[in-house]
C-alpha cells in the first residue's frame, strides 16, 4: 500500500522550463538526465516544458506554468524584479567560480 507521500508525489508534474542556447536537441540530452536525477532523489515527476518562440521563460515562471526554469542571468533579475524569484542552484564552471552559468529558478510560491 502506497503510503500518502508516495501518492501525493505521484500525481502531480512539476514543469521545468529553459532557453535555448545551442540547440533544443543539445538543451534536451542535458536536461534529460539532470529530470531523471530529479525523479530519482525526490520521488517528485518532472517534465520539460517546451515554449513557443516568441514566450519569454520568465512570463511562464510567473504565470506558474513552469514550477522550475533554467535561465541566464539577464532573465534571473528580471524574474526577480517582477515575481519575486529565489535561486535554487547556482552552476559553477570549471574553475571553480560562479561565471557564466545558468541558474535554477523557482517562484517563492512554488
Given at each position: 500500500?502506497?503510503s500518502d507521500?508516495k501518492?501525493?508525489k505521484?500525481?502531480y508534474?512539476?514543469?521545468?522550463?529553459?532557453?535555448?542556447w545551442?540547440?533544443?536537441q543539445e538543451?534536451?540530452?542535458?536536461y534529460?538526465?539532470?529530470l531523471?536525477y530529479?525523479?530519482?532523489?525526490?520521488?517528485?515527476h518532472f517534465?520539460l516544458?517546451?515554449?513557443?518562440?516568441n514566450?519569454?521563460i520568465?512570463?511562464e515562471?510567473?504565470?506558474?506554468?513552469?514550477?522550475?526554469a533554467?535561465?541566464?542571468?539577464t532573465?534571473?533579475i528580471?524574474?526577480?524584479?517582477?515575481?519575486d524569484?529565489n535561486?535554487?542552484v547556482r552552476?559553477?564552471?570549471?574553475?571553480?567560480?560562479?561565471?557564466?552559468?545558468?541558474f535554477?529558478?523557482?517562484?517563492?510560491?512554488?
Amino acid at each position: 500500500m502506497l503510503s500518502d507521500l508516495k501518492l501525493q508525489k505521484q500525481q502531480y508534474t512539476y514543469f521545468i522550463g529553459f532557453e535555448i542556447w545551442h540547440s533544443l536537441q543539445e538543451n534536451v540530452a542535458q536536461y534529460l538526465p539532470f529530470l531523471n536525477y530529479l525523479y530519482k532523489a525526490t520521488d517528485y515527476h518532472f517534465k520539460l516544458h517546451f515554449m513557443p518562440k516568441n514566450i519569454n521563460i520568465v512570463e511562464e515562471l510567473g504565470k506558474n506554468k513552469v514550477q522550475f526554469a533554467l535561465m541566464r542571468a539577464t532573465s534571473f533579475i528580471d524574474a526577480q524584479i517582477k515575481y519575486d524569484t529565489n535561486v535554487l542552484v547556482r552552476g559553477i564552471n570549471l574553475a571553480g567560480k560562479a561565471k557564466y552559468q545558468s541558474f535554477f529558478v523557482v517562484h517563492l510560491t512554488s
